[in-house]
């Protein structure tokens, strides 16, 4: 599996739009990137993901570069709940065989009032 | 609530024990995962089983070890306990092999 880079932490305004990147510079043709998010310590939570085009559902929007090399999660409107570590993991989906599953330590988004 | 649901929530007990830990994944769901999240670690994947075979391994030391039920319901077993043991275990579940994972709140183990 594509190991994924993430900053170690992130502030952003309440109200204002929280971008966090991910690198996936050796992510290959069949893999999808996928973004969850763990609040304190409450079980992690999925939120998106996508192959090659932009994705975009109620929770936020899944931007990924031409060549896949990396991808940003946008929350439009952050708010205080938001506040989570957030995983972008890379997958090989739909494989049926072995798959060894990183989630890294991602990226701690902290919304600030 | 994700649908997934984990027992027991907390869970204390000494070095050398041994201790089961179980989950029920979401109605129709045929893939459960397993996890461990050290103290301000990442989620280290241990283990995922789909409808009742093995079919992903992680780090999972061979102290531990997991079963998938024929009603779908998985247990993991951690034996000969350790004070590094103590973590917090998720479980997952998903409906088939693909990775939008369910997880349930968790069992926090203390080992004493």
């Known amino acids: 599996d594509a190991k994924t880079t993430q900053p170690p932490s992130m502030d952003c305004a309440e109200g204002r739009a929280a971008n966090l990147p991910c690198n996936h510079s050796?992510?290959?043709?069949?893999?999808?990137v996928y973004w969850y998010r763990q609040i304190h310590s409450q079980g992690p939570q999925y939120i998106i993901h996508?192959?090659?085009n932009n994705e975009t559902n109620e929770m936020a929007s899944l931007i990924i570069t031409e060549d896949r090399k990396s991808s940003t999660l946008i929350l439009p409107h952050a708010t205080l709940r938001d506040t989570a570590v957030y995983y972008c993991?890379?997958?090989?989906?739909?494989?049926?065989?072995?798959?060894?599953?990183?989630f890294g330590t991602g990226t701690k988004l902290q919304v600030i009032p | 609530d994700s649908g997934v649901t984990q027992t027991p929530k907390h869970l204390i007990t000494a070095t050398g024990q041994r201790v089961t830990l179980r989950c029920s994944p979401r109605?129709?769901?045929?893939?459960v995962y397993w996890y461990q999240q050290s103290l301000d670690q990442g989620l280290q994947f241990l283990i995922q089983?789909?409808?009742?075979?093995?079919?992903a391994k992680g780090n999972i030391l061979e102290r531990f070890s997991a079963q998938q039920f024929p009603d779908l319901h998985s247990e993991l077993n951690l034996s000969s306990l350790e004070l590094g043991d103590s973590a917090l275990y998720f479980c997952?579940?998903?409906?088939?092999?693909?990775?939008?994972?369910?997880f349930g709140p968790g069992t926090r183990l203390t080992v004493t």
């Open positions: 993991i890379v997958i090989l989906k739909h494989s049926g065989g072995y798959q060894k599953v990183t």
């Open positions: 997952a579940s998903s409906p088939g092999l693909s990775y939008e994972q369910y």
């Open positions: 109605s129709g769901d045929l893939s």
């Open positions: 996508g192959l090659k």
């Open positions: 089983y789909y409808n009742g075979e093995e079919r």
């Open positions: 050796t992510i290959s043709g069949n893999e999808y």
